[in-house]
């Protein structure tokens, strides 16, 4: 009885002579040296980029930071947002 999805009787076995193990091999070195090239390219150069900008980042906001904080106001006017909000009587 032979259906797409399950076959109930026995199929021929592929036989596993010396140029199927080598292709098997080749193929599994393949796949581990490309998951190795990954990691060392995330490890040596990823993240050192993505420490560098951080390290960066934080240098630059703190400047911007003590920038304003130290930066006095003209005549005494107080910088601040405001937010106008209008009473609508029904």
Do not use: C, K, N, W
């Not at 393949?30 to 934080?58: D, E, N, Q, R």
């Amino acid at each position: 009885m032979d259906y797409v999805v399950f076959r109930s009787g026995t199929t021929a076995r592929r036989s596993g002579g010396f140029l199927s193990v080598l292709v098997r091999l080749l193929a599994v070195a393949a796949a581990g040296i490309a998951i190795l090239a990954i990691v060392l390219v995330g490890l040596f150069i990823v993240l050192p980029l993505l420490l560098a900008g951080g390290v960066a980042l934080h240098f630059y906001l703190r400047r911007r930071v003590r920038r304003t904080q130290t930066r006095p106001q003209p005549d005494g006017i107080i910088d601040a947002e405001y937010t106008v909000v209008e009473r609508r009587e029904p």
